[in-house]
């Protein structure tokens, strides 16, 4: 896989004096030598390291970021559905996948941070992740999402999750190492998304998104999370280095208030003096980015009803015709599909399910997280 044209941002410029490494200043770029032989980790002895499966060398040095880790990814490996539950299996997996990684994909090393195997084992992915868990700060830059690589821990599931779900064993052993990123990360259970919902994808699954805010609301009762420190809303904060289906719906939202945008998912330049424009007449500060943040999406979403009709209306359509409600096709009229599918994706996040389209259901949506996805 080529490098994507966002790939190099900002937000995974790195900064000088990180790691434990060998470090060398290349232009604004800090690369960090991996160590040779790290220990396994005493903190998290149940993350089979690197060195324990057999990982091979990387194929140049390992970027350490300076940035804040602010989410978790999470994906499926799209990889069959295999019944060899083993360690030793798991440890195949994990060479498999840094071999594609290396070998088809042309990176450094494997792509994501960390891997979960269908028996239920935790593996580090690519080389001074688990290092950098222990620490709980600085976190590998990682290749599993562009635009995300540097402030995103990303977790590969194996299996393909369309259809089917995932066994018990790797939801168990998800929901621990979750657990342990927000820990370490000190990151929140609304602060886990899917993969597509920051880049043009199947991943992480129709089937495996569903479990989305399950898997939420167990992380929250390991970490002891109370209630009243659940937000009302955890947005999506697509920017200027991430393409997908949300940016979609948020051109097409800004479309409908007459600014000049194709609805394509592809973040382009032409984006940038838009959201300016758009935070800056809704007295939001205007962020150099183009971040939509909470603000800039609340001020954004309309209210739609059973009479709504436009481009708003394909915005929802749209997404929930990804996100698996077949039935739903793109007519721009808030017809009786769509009502229903809505009325689902209400009750999946313990909305009421009125069919209406208010700012808990647009979050929901989107991708993104409501309080009320935890008190059921």
């Known amino acids: 896989m080529s490098t994507h044209r966002h790939e190099v941002d900002r937000r995974t410029l790195l900064k000088a004096g990180l790691g434990t490494g060998i470090a060398a200043i290349v232009g604004t770029d800090l690369f960090v030598a991996a160590p040779a032989g790290a220990a396994p980790s005493a903190m998290f002895p149940w993350i089979i390291d690197c060195d324990t499966w057999g990982a091979r060398p990387p194929r140049g040095t390992i970027q350490i970021t300076g940035n804040t880790t602010n989410k978790i990814i999470l994906h499926h490996m799209a990889f069959p559905n295999v019944t060899d539950y083993s360690r030793d299996h798991a440890m195949q ?184 424009d758009f935070q800056a007449s809704h007295g939001i500060p205007v962020d150099p980015d183009a971040t939509f943040d909470a603000a800039t999406w609340e001020a954004l979403v309309p209210t739609l009803e059973k009479d709504a009709s436009g481009l708003p209306v394909n915005a929802v359509q749209f997404l929930l015709g990804r996100k698996g409600y077949d039935d739903v096709t793109l007519t721009g009229d808030f017809d009786h599909n769509t009502m229903k599918a809505v009325q689902d994706m209400q009750r999946l996040h313990g909305l009421v399910p009125n069919g209406k389209v208010d700012v808990d259901t647009w979050c929901a949506i989107v991708g993104g997280t409501v309080r009320s996805a935890f008190q059921h």
């Open 93 to 276: 997996l994990a060479r498999d996948c840094q071999d594609l990684h290396m070998d088809g994909n042309g990176w450094v090393d494997t792509g994501q941070h960390f891997t979960v195997s269908r028996g239920g084992y935790v593996l580090e992915g690519r080389r001074r992740s688990l290092e950098t868990l222990d620490a709980g700060a600085h976190q590998v830059s990682a290749a599993h999402c562009p635009g995300e690589n540097g402030n995103a821990i990303g977790i590969e599931n194996e299996g393909t999750y369309i259809t089917e779900t995932p066994p018990d064993a790797l939801l168990d052993a998800l929901v621990r190492l979750c657990t342990a990123v927000c820990q370490q990360f000190r990151l929140q259970p609304w602060d886990i998304f899917g993969h597509w919902d920051f880049y043009p994808t199947q991943c992480p699954g129709i089937a495996f998104y569903r479990l989305f805010p399950m898997v939420r609301s167990r992380v929250a009762a390991a970490l002891g999370t109370p209630q009243s420190d659940i937000p009302a809303r955890r947005w999506p904060d697509i920017w200027r280095f991430v393409d997908g289906p949300v940016v979609q719906v948020a051109q097409y939202l800004l479309a409908d208030l007459g600014y000049p945008l194709t609805p394509n998912g592809n973040f382009g330049y032409d984006m940038n003096p838009v959201v300016a």
